[in-house]
C-alpha cells in the first residue's frame, strides 16, 4: 500500500525523511505561527546512515518516508547531534525497529541520550573533529556546545560539501518545498530571526566561537541542512545566513527603540505613545508594542536588532502589571545585550511598577537611560508633554550609547 510520505532527495544519495508538524503552535515558550518541521537525513553511502531522528509522535511518518527510498533495516549508523526530545525522542523506537550497528553522538549527547532513555546498549561518543567512515563517504562531526545544549554538534559529509547543523541556521517553518530558495523571501527572513532571537540569543558567546570554529576549518559550503525548516543550498543564501548570525551574535545597538507596555485605562498607554512621539522626534525608529495585542515571542524578535528597550506598566496590587512581567521574565531569560533600558507606568496610589522594571532591566545588566517616569492617574496635556520629552532624551541619550559602543 502506498503511502503519502515520501522522502525528498536533496543530492543523488542523501534524501531528506523527517516530518512537518503543521500544527505547532507553541515551542519553549515561543509562539509557532507556521508551524515546524523536524528534519532527518538519510545518507545513501557504502555504510547507510541516518543524521538524526524526529519527534517522537512523528516517529512512523519518517520511517514511511525512509522505506519510500530503502529498507529500513540496510541502516548501518545512526548520528545524533543534538539529543533534545524533537531531535531524538523516536531514536529509541527507531533502534529498535533498525537495529543499526552503531549509535554515535558527541560526549556529551552520549551521557544525555542515556539519561533520557536509559538504553540497552552503548552510544559511541564522537570525539570533537572525529570523522566516521562510511566506506564511500566521509562524515566529520564538529562539536558546538551550548548552540543549542551542551551536547550539539553538526556533521560535514565531505564527498557532497554538506553540513548537517542541527539547530543553528534553522527556523519553525512547516512546509512542503525543501529548499530556502522555493519559498517567500519575507517569511524566510522573519522565521529566521525569530528562531535565533527566541532560542539562540541568550547563547550568542557560543554562537560566535561556532561560527569562528567553522570558519577557521575552512569547509566549502554547497549546501546547509538545519534540524528546522528549510535547507539552504544557493551560495547567496549561505553566505547571507552565516552574516546574520553574526550580526545577531554581535547584538551591536541600532537605532531602533522598542517600547513595550500595558495598560489597565488607558493611562499608560497614552504615556507610551507620546514617548514614542518623543524619540521620533529625536531621531529614533520606534516600535510600540502593546502587550494586550503582541506575544512575548514577537517581542524577542523586535529586541534582537535594536539599540534601546523602554518598558512601561500600570501599578497593580503594588507591582507591574501581569502580561509585562510575563514578557519581562521571559526577556530576562533570553539575556539580551547592548541596549539602553528605560521605564515608565501611570499609578494611582503607590506606583511601584516603574521602579521595579527599572530595577528588572538593570539586573539584565542593561544601561539605564533615566529615572523611571511616572503619572498619577491620567496624564493631562503637560504630563504628556514630559514623556514626549522623555523619549527626546533617550533618543539623545541613544545616539550616545551607540557612539560609545
Known amino acids: 500500500m502506498s503511502t503519502p510520505f515520501q522522502a525528498e532527495r536533496i543530492t543523488d544519495d542523501v534524501y531528506w525523511v523527517g516530518a512537518i508538524d503543521r500544527e505547532l503552535r507553541s515551542f519553549h515558550g515561543y509562539e509557532t505561527g507556521r508551524g515546524s518541521t523536524y528534519n532527518a537525513y538519510l ?32 541502516i548501518d549508523y545512526i548520528v545524533s547531534n543534538h539529543s533534545e526530545m524533537d531531535h531524538s525522542g523516536a531514536l529509541g523506537q527507531t533502534i529498535s525497529t533498525v537495529e543499526p550497528t552503531k549509535v554515535f553522538a558527541s560526549k556529551m549527547g552520549a551521557k544525555a541520550l542515556a539519561a533520557h532513555f536509559h538504553l540497552d546498549r552503548e552510544i559511541v561518543a564522537l570525539a570533537d573533529g572525529e570523522s566516521l567512515d562510511l566506506g564511500s563517504m566521509n562524515l566529520t562531526c564538529a562539536e558546538t556546545r551550548m548552540c543549542h545544549w551542551p551536547d550539539s554538534m553538526v556533521s560535514y559529509l565531505h564527498d557532497r560539501e554538506l553540513l548537517f547543523s542541527q539547530d543553528a541556521f534553522g527556523m519553525h517553518l512547516a512546509s512542503d ?20 532571537a527566541n532560542i539562540l540569543l541568550p547563547l550568542s558567546s557560543f554562537v560566535r566561537k561556532a561560527l569562528d570554529k567553522l570558519a577557521g576549518m ?7 541542512a538545519p534540524d ?28 531602533k527603540s522598542v517600547i513595550v507596555y500595558d495598560t489597565m485605562w488607558g493611562a499608560t498607554a497614552q504615556m507610551a505613545r507620546a514617548i514614542g512621539e518623543g524619540l521620533t522626534a529625536g531621531g529614533a525608529e520606534v516600535k510600540l508594542m502593546h502587550m494586550s495585542d503582541c506575544h512575548r515571542s514577537d517581542v524577542a524578535l523586535a529586541v534582537l536588532e535594536a539599540g534601546a528597550l523602554i518598558v512601561g ?3 497593580m496590587n503594588n507591582n507591574m502589571f501581569p502580561t509585562v512581567g510575563d514578557v519581562m521574565t521571559y526577556l530576562k531569560g533570553l539575556r539580551p545585550a547592548n541596549l539602553l533600558a528605560g521605564a515608565f507606568g501611570s499609578y494611582g496610589w503607590s506606583g511601584e511598577a516603574p521602579k521595579i522594571l527599572l530595577a528588572m532591566l538593570e539586573d539584565m545588566a542593561l544601561t539605564p537611560a533615566a529615572v523611571p517616569l511616572r503619572v498619577r492617574y491620567v496624564p493631562d496635556e503637560e504630563a504628556l508633554g514630559l514623556c514626549r520629552q ?15 559602543e
Not at 575552512?218 to 546547509?224: N, T, W
Open 43 to 74: 545518507v545513501l553511502a557504502e555504510k547507510v546512515a541516518l543524521i538524526d531522528t524526529v519527534k517522537a509522535p512523528f516517529f512512523d511518518e519518517m520511517m514511511a518516508r525512509i522505506a519510500s527510498v530503502i529498507d529500513p533495516q540496510r
Open 218 to 224: 575552512d569547509l566549502p559550503l554547497s549546501m546547509v
Open 313 to 315: 506598566s500600570p501599578t
Open 228 to 255: 528546522h525548516g528549510p535547507i539552504w543550498r544557493n551560495q547567496a543564501d549561505i553566505e547571507g545566513i552565516l552574516a546574520d548570525y553574526g550580526r545577531w551574535a554581535a547584538q551591536a545597538p541600532t537605532n
Open 177 to 196: 518545498e525543501c529548499f530556502v530558495d522555493e519559498l517567500d523571501r519575507e517569511i524566510l527572513d522573519y522565521e529566521a530571526a525569530k528562531y535565533y
Open 390 to 404: 522623555f523619549g527626546e532624551q533617550l533618543a539623545g541619550k541613544l545616539r550616545e550609547f551607540r557612539h560609545a
